[in-house]
Nanobody, 127 residues
């Protein structure tokens, strides 16, 4: 079992940067694919980025490619999301997730299969 706690959200101006962190408890951290998702007000939760067990593979949503970078530290049991060139449309609650499976796509059904979630951290980008 994995417990996840996000931090690092806040208010930033468009064009700015934020770094989200996710602390994971449990000795099986490196057994999970780790991901970041976000949910804007009135919208479904959507995929942002994922990183494989060893960190060798990464996947990004088209909307964040080239601006966001996901990384992990399997010694510290941490996952990070570096967000640069932020836009107002990036405003959302960002969630860390632990998934047993590396997926080729994250449609709503796949998102519903993910077992472990953090409580979320709010990111607000002002224009």
């Amino acid at each position: 079992q994995v417990q996840l706690v996000e931090s690092g959200g806040g208010l930033v101006q468009a064009g700015g940067s934020l770094r989200l962190s996710c602390a994971a408890s449990g000795r099986t951290f490196r057994s999970y694919v780790m991901g970041w998702f976000r949910q804007a007000a009135g919208k479904e939760r959507e995929f942002v980025a994922a990183i494989s067990w060893s960190g060798g593979s990464r996947s990004y949503a088209e909307a964040v490619k080239g601006r966001f970078t996901i990384s992990r530290d399997n010694i510290k049991n941490m996952v990070y999301l570096q967000m640069n060139s932020l836009k107002p449309e990036d405003t959302a609650v960002y969630y860390c997730a632990a998934d047993a499976t590396w997926r080729s796509r994250y449609d709503p059904a796949a998102v519903g299969e993910i077992e472990y979630w953090g409580q979320g951290t709010q990111v607000t980008v002002s224009s």
